[in-house]
């Protein structure tokens, strides 16, 4: 149990264009979600805490018009990464615990991530 | 405010020798702790947890680790390392009553033949 998706796995683009992230909890509902980003050889990042129907909250430093959440059901949250240029190339992972319970008690469950390249 | 220190960013030892990977953490509330790890292109997956019950945690794949509040410690070990066990190990607390995690920055575990 417990499973997160995420999807695509991987994704080249050109620079200026804008890529859809998408994550999903298979077999729990998550009214919680989080984005993180991580550099090669380093820890993770949190850059966002996604709620269910209502606005992301950014973490400092994070630009929000860069990267549109978006949190529609228990069950789904997504990343838009607007107008990608190099600089925002990196892998991207995504983590949700089981909205039931209390949260902290409750371990994140993390997708396989998404490893961004743009051209 | 939660931080979590992880000793060491490379441990490399010998199959079957024991897998010692360090982490303190400081946190203003009893924590909640947990190690995490992470194969290559890959997300993370939950090694263990503690929550504030038995101080000594076993998790999967040999792995166990003891919480030692008096020395603010989270140190996750195995008696016999196996060559399958070569990952990115992480240690991450939260506080309670809060999602947020907060990651050490990482260890890179290498099994020798």
């Known amino acids: 149990g417990a499973v997160v998706s995420q999807h695509p796995s991987w994704v080249i683009c050109k620079s200026g264009t804008s890529v859809k992230i998408e994550c999903r909890s298979l077999?729990?509902?998550?009214?919680?979600m989080f984005w993180y980003r991580q550099f090669p050889k380093q820890s993770l990042m949190l850059m966002a805490t996604s709620n269910e129907g209502s606005k992301a909250t950014y973490e400092q430093g994070v630009e929000k018009d860069k990267f549109l959440i978006n949190h529609a059901s228990l069950t789904l949250s997504t990343l838009t990464v607007t107008s990608a240029h190099p600089e925002d190339s990196s892998f991207y992972i995504c983590?949700?615990?089981?909205?039931?319970?209390?949260?902290?008690?409750?371990?994140?469950?993390f997708g396989d991530g998404t490893r961004l390249s743009i051209l | 405010a939660q931080s979590v220190t992880q000793l060491g960013s490379h441990v490399s030892v010998s199959e079957g020798a024991l897998v010692l990977l360090r982490c303190n953490y400081s946190s203003s509330v009893p924590p909640y702790l947990f190690w995490y790890v992470q194969y290559p292109n890959q997300g993370l997956q939950l090694l263990l947890k503690y929550t504030s019950a038995a101080t000594l945690v076993k998790g999967i794949n040999g792995f166990e680790a003891e919480f030692k509040k008096s020395e603010t410690s989270f140190h996750l070990t195995k008696p016999s390392a196996h060559m399958s066990d070569a990952a990115e190990y992480f240690c991450a607390v939260s506080e309670k009553g809060a999602q947020k995690l907060v990651f050490g920055q990482g260890t890179r575990l290498t099994i020798n033949p």
């Open positions: 983590s949700a615990a089981d909205g039931l319970q209390e949260y902290s008690n409750q371990p994140q469950h």
């Open positions: 077999d729990f509902q998550a009214t919680t």
